[in-house]
Nanobody
Framework: QVQLVESGGGLVQAGGSLRLSCAAS????????MAWYRQAPGKQRELVAL???????NYADSVKGRFTLSRDNAKNTVYLQMNSLKPEDTAVYYC???????????????WGQGTQVTVST
């Protein structure tokens, strides 16, 4: 079994900061890319940031310069540092990992349960 557990969401005022964490655990052989998506009410899920196994990152235009994604390969964990938060950042944030598990011996995408981020005005 593979699990992705997110933490760090909450309520913050506009201009504030939050740090999200996502830890992958279980019968994992290797992890390729890890990413954060978000989904606001009534909107489609969108990619926020992605980090490759080598540490290369990509960000949505809306978060560039404000969010930073980092990765600790030894802990199978990624961190999303979110600064200068805006009300439009309010959403449920989901962590995902593309990895190979012992159970399947195939690459697959796994998702966390999501964590709520609410930015007040």
């Amino acid at each position: 079994q593979v699990q992705l557990v997110e933490s760090g969401g909450g309520l913050v005022q506009a201009g504030g900061s939050l740090r999200l964490s996502c830890a992958a655990s279980g019968s994992i052989i290797s992890i390729n890319a890890m990413a954060w998506y978000r989904q606001a009410p009534g909107k489609q899920r969108e990619l926020v940031a992605l980090i490759s196994s080598g540490g290369s990152t990509n960000y949505a235009d809306s978060v560039k310069g404000r969010f930073t994604l980092s990765r600790d390969n030894a802990k199978n964990t990624v961190y999303l540092q979110m600064n200068s938060l805006k009300p439009e950042d309010t959403a449920v944030y989901y962590c995902t990992a593309r990895l190979i598990s012992i159970a399947t011996l195939r690459q697959g995408d796994y998702w966390g349960q999501g964590t709520q981020v609410t930015v007040s005005t």
